[in-house]
């Protein structure tokens, strides 16, 4: 028998903290169910103190969610506890989450407290948190830049006072594999009462090596690694939850432990998650990737269909890429649109919401032939965006005039702010000139950070989705659209960031220092 390898997914946290990655209470509960399904050990849904949202979202997890341990985050500070405690009460399993620094340049610089000061915070939270639940986990935050022996000090702090997870992250991704193997393994040896407690890492990816730091640190004692859907995260992102699953189940011969996770969940969860964040996941990205188990060379074609382990070293079907699916069409039936979207994890508050979703359903199959799984989740991301958006500005009509040699022309149609208003303009393209035409209605002095086009499914009739992020005054959002028309798409996504930018927001950053 193994070691249980405990897989702490953050998606909904740090791969919140992506700019532009932010996501409404529904979309959390769709990624957290799917998250469920995936088996998935502990889900961390949120950092509650941050905003009365961030609250709202972690506490709906936790009482969705039945079969995963759900965590919310907390920096040590009673406040911050007594809050996640509250938000997680109605969850079947709970755990808190709290950390403070302890590099010598976090505590002299941020948060100007001795050593002894952080010790003491440590184990005040620790001490606190245990008031909620009986399943503590404490950070280091930056412990990849700490001093050993002062890490094993306050783990010893900790752990006697009621921490049963220890947590060693990578914060700022500056550790090298083999660096990082033996930090885990020397403050395992140098803490005492190690035993009594489960050690993780939570790693990220500046010098693309968070998974690679992870597993060196599982080969050195860590039993919980902190990961994401996709690699989502702060900056350049975090270790990839796909990744670290399946290196330990392909190579159960060198890892001393296992997982548990249903892995033929994990291509769904990550195109629901590229679907809900507008991050998408690039062809060549391992496990997920569209062409991580294609094979063009003409040898490795060869030698696939003589012998799949030639050249691939896992199935993917085991991921999740050969999953039945029901195409969907113009004919079908309301109970069968339901039906599949609940096999997908999406379910409807209400019939008001079905009915609205399958209208929307039938105007696509109108457009397209076939309605893929692809097609779906678009669909009702975008539905979601719209309900859960403070909606001053709707698209209402589009006419655009692009002919060689002529510059294109855009006239649009908005309802902003209750009154219908007409914008003209023109620009390089069909989708610039669009853009300018919203502006000269809305005049956001919004800056386009991207405009990024990906199609849903394969065809000239398929859907195109658009990502459009916005910036203004240092707010950065994120608007999506998906049409078969890609120029109405643009401006869907246009509008949908638009509305984002212009709602009051109340979301604080999660790492905002205040200790």
Known sequence: ???????????????????????????????????????????????????????????????????????????????????????????????????????????????RMTPDQVVEQAVRAVRRARQYTDNVEFSAEDAGRSEI?????????????????????????????????????????????????VFSVHCHNDLGLAVANSLSAVLNGARQVECTINGLGERAGNAALEEIVMAVRTRHDLFPCHVDLDTTQIVPTSRLVSGITGFAVQPNKAIVGANAFAHESGIHQDGVLKSRETYEIMRAEDVGWSANRMVLGKHSGRNAFRTRLTELGIEFNSEEALNAAFSRFKELADKKHEIFDEDLQALVTESDLEANV??????????????????????????????????????????????????????????????????????????????????????????????????????????????????????????????
Do not use: W
């Not at 506490?59 to 919310?72: E, F, K, L, N, Y």
């Not at 306050?154 to 594999?177: K, R």
């Not at 060689?404 to 393209?429: H, M, N, V, Y």
């Not at 049409?483 to 009051?504: E, F, Q």
């Open 1 to 111: 028998m193994t070691d249980k390898l405990t897989i702490f997914d953050t998606t909904l946290r740090d791969g919140e903290q992506s700019p532009g990655a932010s996501m409404t209470r529904e979309e959390k509960l769709r990624i957290a169910k799917a998250l469920e399904r995936m088996r998935v050990d502990v889900i961390e849904a949120g950092f509650p103190i941050a905003s009365p949202g961030d609250f709202e979202a972690v506490q709906a997890v936790a009482r969705a969610v039945r079969d995963s341990t759900v965590c919310g985050l907390a920096r040590a500070l009673d406040k911050d506890i007594d809050r996640a405690g509250e938000a997680l009460r109605e969850a079947a399993s709970a755990r808190i989450h709290t950390f403070i620094a302890t590099s010598p340049i976090h505590m002299q610089h941020k948060l």
């Open 149 to 197: 022996d002062f890490l094993c000090r306050i783990f010893e702090a900790v752990i006697d006072a009621g921490a049963t997870t220890i947590n060693i992250p990578d914060t700022v991704g500056y550790n090298l594999p083999h660096q990082f193997g033996e930090t885990v393994r020397r403050a395992i040896e140098g803490t005492p009462n190690a035993d009594k407690a």
């Open 390 to 515: 403070n909606e001053r500005i709707r698209h209402i009509a589009l006419k655009v005039c692009s002919e060689t040699g002529e510059t294109p022309q855009a006239r649009i149609t908005l309802l902003f702010d209750g009154e219908e208003r007409e914008g003209e303009a023109s620009g390089s393209g069909a989708v610039d000139a669009t853009f300018k035409a919203i502006d000269s209605i809305v005049q956001s002095e919004a800056q386009l950070l991207l405009y990024a086009v990906n199609n849903i499914t394969t065809g000239t009739d398929a859907q195109g989705e658009v990502t459009v992020r916005l910036e203004r005054s240092g707010r950065i959002v994120n608007g999506q659209g998906a049409d078969t028309d890609i120029v109405i798409a643009s401006a869907r996504a246009y509008v949908n960031a638009l509305n984002k930018l212009l709602a009051p927001t109340q979301r604080a950053h999660p790492q905002a220092p205040e200790i």
